[in-house]
C-alpha cells in the first residue's frame, strides 16, 4: 500500500514538472519540424525566384527583339511557375504550422487533466460494473 502511495506521488510530480517541460518541448520541436520541412522562410524569401533556377540566357550577339521577347516570355512564365508552386507548398506550410500552433495549448490542457480524466473513467466504470 506504501508502495503504492510513493508511486502515485512520484508520478504525480514527474507528470506536472517534467511531463509538462516534455511537453512544452515537443510541440516546440514539431514547430520548428514544420518550419523546416517545409522551408516556410527560404520558400518565403525565394517567393519569385524561376522556378529551379530555369532561365533562358542570351545566346545570340547583338539586339535582336524576337530574342529578347523570347527570352522576356519564357522567364516570366517560369517565375509565374514558380510562384504558383511556392505559393501552394507556403500555404500548406502555414496551414499545419497554424493548426500545430492552436492545438498545442489543448493538448497541454488535456495533458494537465490526464490524471483527474483516468481517475474519473475508472470510478465511472467501476460504478457501471457494478450497477
Given at each position: 500500500?506504501v508502495g503504492t502511495l510513493i508511486?502515485?506521488?512520484?508520478?504525480?510530480?514527474?507528470?506536472?514538472?517534467?511531463?509538462?517541460?516534455?511537453?512544452?518541448?515537443?510541440?516546440?520541436?514539431?514547430?520548428?519540424?514544420?518550419?523546416?520541412?517545409?522551408?516556410?522562410?527560404?520558400?518565403?524569401?525565394?517567393?519569385?525566384?524561376?522556378?529551379?533556377?530555369?532561365?533562358?540566357?542570351?545566346?545570340?550577339?547583338?539586339?535582336?527583339?524576337?530574342?529578347?521577347?523570347?527570352?522576356?516570355?519564357?522567364?516570366?512564365?517560369?517565375?509565374?511557375?514558380?510562384?504558383?508552386?511556392?505559393?501552394?507548398?507556403?500555404?500548406?506550410?502555414?496551414?499545419?504550422?497554424?493548426?500545430?500552433?492552436?492545438?498545442?495549448?489543448?493538448?497541454?490542457?488535456?495533458?494537465?487533466?490526464?490524471?483527474?480524466?483516468?481517475?474519473?473513467?475508472?470510478?465511472?466504470?467501476?460504478?457501471?460494473?457494478?450497477?
Amino acid at each position: 500500500m506504501v508502495g503504492t502511495l510513493i508511486l502515485a506521488m512520484d508520478y504525480f510530480l514527474w507528470h506536472y514538472s517534467q511531463g509538462v517541460k516534455d511537453i512544452l518541448l515537443l510541440w516546440k520541436n514539431l514547430l520548428w519540424f514544420i518550419t523546416s520541412f517545409f522551408s516556410l522562410p527560404i520558400l518565403a524569401r525565394n517567393l519569385l525566384a524561376p522556378w529551379h533556377a530555369l532561365e533562358e540566357k542570351k545566346t545570340k550577339g547583338g539586339i535582336i527583339i524576337s530574342d529578347i521577347l523570347s527570352r522576356l516570355a519564357i522567364n516570366t512564365i517560369m517565375r509565374l511557375v514558380g510562384l504558383l508552386i511556392r505559393s501552394v507548398f507556403l500555404c500548406i506550410g502555414l496551414f499545419f504550422y497554424l493548426v500545430l500552433l492552436l492545438v498545442g495549448p489543448f493538448l497541454l490542457l488535456f495533458w494537465l487533466f490526464l490524471p483527474f480524466i483516468l481517475v474519473a473513467s475508472f470510478f465511472i466504470g467501476f460504478s457501471l460494473i457494478l450497477s
